[in-house]
């Protein structure tokens, strides 16, 4: 199976901020990467695929970037309606498993 | 408009067994992988398995290989999973969701998820 490791865990940013999120494959998965927004207590939303393909109707200061192991999430203006857990996901190889979270909380 | 309608909550007793559904609309149901996450309280985003409802192919994550089963049927556009016996860890969130149309592995669509409880 490929490990997939977030980091950070959790952030505290302001509104207005730039945000960064890093997703770590044990592996080479090419671009097979997908990111995941779950605001508390509703159903997760796909975000981005293919490591850097926006999903249809995604604000564009979600960004995401990266190839091989190393894969970043960028919020480029934190707004107040980001606050959620962020999940990455690989796709190379079954089981296409998740990171295990980072959760965005505003200053 | 695509859209996975899961079934509503259980509240189930240990080494009981249970089905819970997923039905998709809106698109070819038989052309795009379903698979099945698991949410327990409080954590992350557990990938359980995936199946074709083109011609049932299924693959499982080792973690739940043996603990579950998914199955499909056709005829109703509607995907399955199920225990055997159920043990009080199963106590969670579980979301069908759907790949993409490129069949790629990531999820496009989700559905509202199944909140499972299994207390004695």
């Known amino acids: 199976d490929i490990q997939m490791t977030q980091s950070p865990s959790s952030l505290s940013a302001s509104v207005g901020d730039r945000v960064t999120i890093t997703c770590r494959a044990s592996?080479?998965?090419?671009?097979?990467l997908a990111w995941y927004q779950q605001k508390p207590g509703k159903v997760p939303k796909l975000l981005i695929y293919?490591?850097?393909t926006l999903q249809s109707g995604v604000p564009s200061r979600f960004s995401g970037s990266g190839s091989g192991t190393d894969f970043t999430l960028t919020i480029s203006t934190l707004q107040p309606e980001d606050v959620a857990t962020y999940y990455c996901?690989?796709?190379?190889?079954?089981?296409?498993?998740f990171g295990q979270g980072t959760k965005l909380e505003i200053k | 408009e695509v859209h996975l309608a899961q079934s509503g909550a259980e509240v189930k007793k240990p080494g009981e067994s249970l089905k819970i559904s997923c039905k998709g609309s809106?698109?070819?149901?038989?052309?795009?992988?379903i698979g099945w996450v698991r949410q327990m309280p409080g954590k992350g985003l557990e990938w359980m398995g995936i199946?074709?409802?083109?011609?049932?192919?299924?693959r499982y994550s080792p973690s739940f290989q043996g603990q579950v089963t998914i199955s499909v049927d056709q005829s109703i556009n509607t995907a399955y999973l199920q225990w055997s016996s159920l043990k009080a860890s199963d106590s969670a969130i579980y979301y069908c969701?759907?790949?993409?149309?490129?069949?790629?592995?990531?999820?496009?669509?989700w559905g509202q998820g199944t909140l499972v409880t299994v207390s004695s």
């Open positions: 996901q690989e796709y190379n190889s079954a089981p296409y498993n």
């Open positions: 969701a759907r790949e993409g149309d490129d069949n790629w592995g990531y999820f496009d669509y």
């Open positions: 809106g698109y070819s149901f038989t052309s795009s992988w």
């Open positions: 592996q080479g998965i090419s671009n097979y």
């Open positions: 199946i074709y409802p083109g011609d049932s192919d299924t």
């Open positions: 293919a490591a850097s």
